[in-house]
């Protein structure tokens, strides 16, 4: 059982100023997120996921409430959680083994106690044998593997993955998700995962939250507890869907 990463996020609110006013990205959202627990985000395109994603991470201010980490309120980014985007998480310049490098040097791990480590990620995520192709030569699964691998590394409590496979083909992301789940089940890190896809929530997630359209309020907290792997022929698994869908759809709207 993992024992760090318990998020509290705590009556959130979010706008970002423009000039004709003021967006409201995300309105007095509160959940909790225990430790190593995975938990999925959904809401229709705009409502503030990504958005609260990176009000956890640090890297955008709250308008109001308070996030916690561990019982200490979130003031900035932190090795302590570690986020990885759709796409776009590696440095092009450098092989897979020095992003991973790279991701150890402000920790000031280096020489052999490092290469341990990159060994080690590095064939976690099935990428022992590439370690030094660039980013480009490899397929997109590949890279968000890898970016995961440079996550992971420097050992944070929480992961935040925004749409992580998002850019990737069906085959693929299919695979991806049971891969996700056996790296969380080894890793025991609390996961924040955002997506609009509900059958990755379905397959993924311990917990979901469910945002409304834009501004982004809980609209509903939904339980999945069902067993890993995810089997879809299980009936419940299909309820599980549908029940999301039917909160979802009334929040999609064309535009
Ligand atoms: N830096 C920003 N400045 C102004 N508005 C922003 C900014 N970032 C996001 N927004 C707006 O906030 C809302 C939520 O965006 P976002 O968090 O990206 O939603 P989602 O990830 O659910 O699609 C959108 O209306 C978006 O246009
Ligand atoms: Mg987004």
């Known amino acids: 059982m993992a ?69 200490s309120a979130i003031r900035g980014p932190g090795s302590d959680r570690g986020i990885v985007f759709q796409r776009e998480a590696l440095f092009p310049w450098m092989t897979v083994e020095d ?19 990159i060994d080690t990620y590095l064939k976690a995520v099935g990428l022992g044998e590439s370690r030094r192709l660039y980013p480009r030569e490899l397929s997109g699964g590949m890279q968000q593997r890898a970016a995961i691998a440079r996550t992971l590394i420097y050992q944070p409590s929480v992961l935040l993955l925004d749409e992580p ?5 069906a085959q693929t992301r ?32 311990q917990k979901v939250v469910v945002l409304s359209a834009r501004p982004g309020r809980v609209k509903r907290i939904v339980d999945v507890n069902l067993r890993y792997p995810r089997d879809r022929r299980d009936p419940r698994y299909e309820e599980k869907r549908e029940q999301l869908w039917k909160l979802i759809r009334d929040e999609v709207r064309f535009d």
């Open 165 to 169: 496979l998002g850019a990737l083909d």
């Open 99 to 117: 992003n991973l490098r790279a991701a150890l040097r402000p920790k000031g791990i280096t020489g052999a106690e490092a290469e341990e480590l």
């Open 3 to 71: 024992t760090q990463g318990r998020l509290a996020v705590e009556s959130v609110s979010k706008s970002y100023p423009v000039r004709e006013g003021a967006v409201v990205a995300l309105s007095d959202v509160t959940f909790d997120v225990a430790a190593g627990q995975f938990v999925v985000l959904i809401g229709p395109s705009g409502c503030g996921k990504s958005t609260l994603l990176h009000c956890i991470g640090g890297f955008v201010e709250l308008t109001d409430g308070n996030i916690r980490l561990d019982d």
């Open 174 to 205: 299919e695979l991806m998700k049971e891969w996700l789940v056996g790296i969380w089940l080894r890793e025991q890190k609390t996961v924040v995962y955002v997506t609009h896809d509900l059958d990755e929530a379905v397959f993924l997630a």
